[in-house]
């Protein structure tokens, strides 16, 4: 059963900070990786998603990387700004019994503050 | 092009009603999955659907929970004679086609509140 697993589970910095979100993964068999950002009380925006062939993909200031051998990824965000203050979601999807390809399995999030 | 819509957005019941919970994909698509979070827990998958069938139904409690996917219309999320523990957002999301490179696009979710 795939498990994943955020750390921090919250972090607070200051304006301009650079950061990085972590992403553990138990089951290294998966077909992509994702990250989300949850406003509170708000969907999901999909921010990045980083196929299991790939190392990395780079959005703006966002970076997120993908080690699938040993099951983890991180998102880096360069120069923070308040706006970015959110809950970012990690997510894969593969790695269940079954062999599914489409079920998406969530950490519980790093809930991101940036102080101005 | 609108995003998955989700309705309602807040939803309060007593115990023992039932709920339900629409979800209208984005234009052209046919595929549609329901997760739930649960205060303090992460995203945990449901069910999927396509047009008139349910693929995977394994996330789904046995009991008093149904979804459908009618030709017609949105997809529906049922929850009968609703319990406190069944408190939690429920997300939609959608995708064009199956597989592991078709993105699944999240709906702003419905907040179910029983008292």
């Known amino acids: 059963k795939q498990e994943v697993t955020q750390i921090p589970a919250a972090l607070s910095v200051p304006e301009g900070e650079n950061l990085v979100l972590n992403c553990s993964f138990t089951?290294?068999?998966?077909?992509?990786l994702q990250w989300f950002r949850q406003d509170p009380g708000k969907g999901l925006t999909s921010l990045l998603l980083?196929?299991?062939?790939?190392r990395e993909q780079t959005s703006g200031r966002l970076n997120a990387s993908l080690d699938k051998s040993s099951g983890r990824s991180t998102l880096y965000i360069a120069a923070s700004q308040p706006g970015d203050s959110a809950t970012y979601l990690c997510a894969v999807n593969g790695g269940n019994s079954g062999g599914s390809n489409y079920k998406l399995t969530f950490g519980k999030g790093t809930l991101l503050t940036v102080n101005p | 092009n609108a995003g998955v819509m989700q309705n309602p957005r807040h939803l309060v019941r007593r115990r023992g009603q039932e709920a339900r919970l629409r979800c209208s994909p984005m234009?052209?698509?046919?595929?549609v999955y329901w997760y739930r979070q649960l205060p303090e827990e992460g995203l945990k998958f449901m069910v999927y659907l396509q047009k008139e069938n349910i693929i995977d139904e394994s996330g789904m409690p046995k009991e008093r929970f149904s979804a459908e996917f009618p030709k017609e219309g949105p997809s529906i999320l049922r929850i009968q004679q609703v319990v406190r523990g069944d408190s939690a957002a429920y997300f939609c999301?959608?995708?064009?086609?199956?597989?592991?490179?078709?993105?699944?696009?999240f709906g702003p979710g419905t907040r179910l509140l029983v008292l």
């Open positions: 980083i196929q299991s062939s790939q």
């Open positions: 999301a959608s995708s064009l086609a199956r597989g592991p490179g078709k993105t699944q696009y």
């Open positions: 089951d290294s068999a998966i077909y992509n």
């Open positions: 234009k052209g698509h046919s595929h």
